[in-house]
């Protein structure tokens, strides 16, 4: 007798597994695509990368709000919606989504009135931030509920001093490369590739976390091929995906902390490189930058555990288990390691990079 395999699936889980399918589909014909125009067309070469580019971002953007929607409507009928919390959130997401397809747009079309775009889209996105966090300290006060004002300001603290440890190493140890339409097509192909690689998961935690099959290391490759800086952006757009993948929100701080901080330290992969350490040892140079930048991501999910979801087990404390709980990260760094160390190795691979 034949039994569906989606059948005990929610309408989210079985959308996730096609678009899963479908964007290694997708990846593939626009790999093969690329590659036959290469070598039978080569001068319609950049105008067949702006196009797939711009394919590109239309698809995950359109995939990111089906999924979106079909997450929050799970989340409404089981009641764990809160909306007054929740809803600014998602208005943040979109906003941000926004801006990344203006700047996307402007990169392609108008270079040079992108530096100014993006130093007013970083005002508008602190503001919302700043919005967002005051506006949930309000309501805190005002419900009655118990607020621990030490904690609350210690995860500030903590939060803080991870934001200027990332920004720091990218801007003194990162170098300045130009925006090109090559460096944005091959953002939004390995976005693209680590979402849908997120979804192949060897184990998912109950609190939050998953040991993935190495979806990490598509955008661990581009901010070796492309600079600390880049893959910092990348990562933090990939922080957002996650969060509309999986909405874990119960504060915040704590939102950015396990999404756009954790993922945007990812950009750090490279910072070996663009030190040029270690640089006749290819595999050792990736493998300590993303040990690296593993550890910062680590660190911000411990930072929330502590002050967010405290302990899940009465035998140890919040600050025990959310270092225990979070040791996933490194499993899921093994992994990428393990694939990367493998690419690495290849002349062929090095010699692409070296190309990039």
Same mark, same amino acid.
């Given at each position: 007798m034949f039994t569906d395999p989606f059948e005990t699936l929610s309408l989210f889980d079985k959308a996730a597994t096609v678009a899963l399918y479908l964007t290694i589909g997708v990846i593939a014909i626009i790999a093969v695509s690329l590659i036959l125009i290469k070598k039978l067309k080569p001068d319609y070469m950049r105008k067949a990368i702006v196009i797939t580019g711009s394919a590109t971002a239309v698809y995950v953007v359109a995939l990111l709000f089906t999924l979106l929607g079909l997450k929050l409507n799970e989340y409404v009928l089981e009641g764990y919606v809160d909306y007054l919390t929740f809803i600014p959130v998602v208005v943040l997401v979109v906003a941000i989504v926004g801006i990344g397809i203006a700047g996307f747009v402007l990169a392609l079309k108008k270079k040079e009135v992108l530096p100014k775009f993006l130093k007013i889209a970083a005002i508008v996105i602190a503001l919302l931030v700043v919005a967002l966090i005051v506006s949930t300290l309000v309501k805190t006060y005002t419900s009655g509920a118990t607020f621990d004002v030490t904690g609350e300001v210690l995860m500030y603290v903590f939060t803080a001093i991870l934001i200027a440890v990332i920004a720091v190493c990218a801007r003194l140890f990162g170098k300045s490369y130009p925006t090109t339409t090559k460096s944005i097509v091959y953002a939004s192909v390995t976005i693209a590739m680590s979402f849908a690689l997120s979804y192949i998961r060897f184990l998912e935690l109950p609190q939050g976390g998953s040991i993935t099959f190495a979806s990490l290391l598509p955008l661990m490759v581009y901010t070796y091929m492309f600079g600390i800086r880049k893959g910092v952006v990348a990562? @933090?757009? %990939?922080?957002? =995906?996650?969060?509309?993948? /999986?909405?874990?929100? %119960?504060?915040?701080?704590?939102? #950015?902390?396990? %999404? &756009?901080? $954790?993922?945007? $330290? !990812?950009?750090?992969? /490279? @910072?070996?490189?663009?030190?040029?350490? #270690?640089?006749?040892?290819? &595999?050792?140079?990736?493998? #300590?930058? $993303? =040990? !690296?930048?593993?550890? #910062?991501? %680590?660190?911000?999910?411990?930072v929330s555990g502590v002050f967010v979801f405290g302990s899940g087990d009465p035998n140890y404390g919040a600050v025990a288990w959310s270092f225990l709980y979070n040791a996933f990260a490194f499993a899921d760094l093994a992994i990428c390691l393990v694939a990367g160390c493998a690419l690495f190795a290849s002349k062929t691979f090095t010699k692409l990079l070296d190309r990039a």
């Open positions: 990562g @933090i757009i %990939y922080g957002f =995906l996650q969060f509309i993948q /999986a909405p874990w929100f %119960y504060h915040p701080i704590q939102f #950015l902390l396990d %999404y &756009p901080i $954790a993922f945007g $330290a !990812i950009g750090l992969t /490279a @910072i070996l490189k663009e030190q040029n350490l #270690l640089a006749k040892y290819k &595999p050792v140079q990736f493998a #300590l930058g $993303a =040990l !690296i930048a593993v550890t #910062l991501r %680590y660190l911000s999910h411990v």
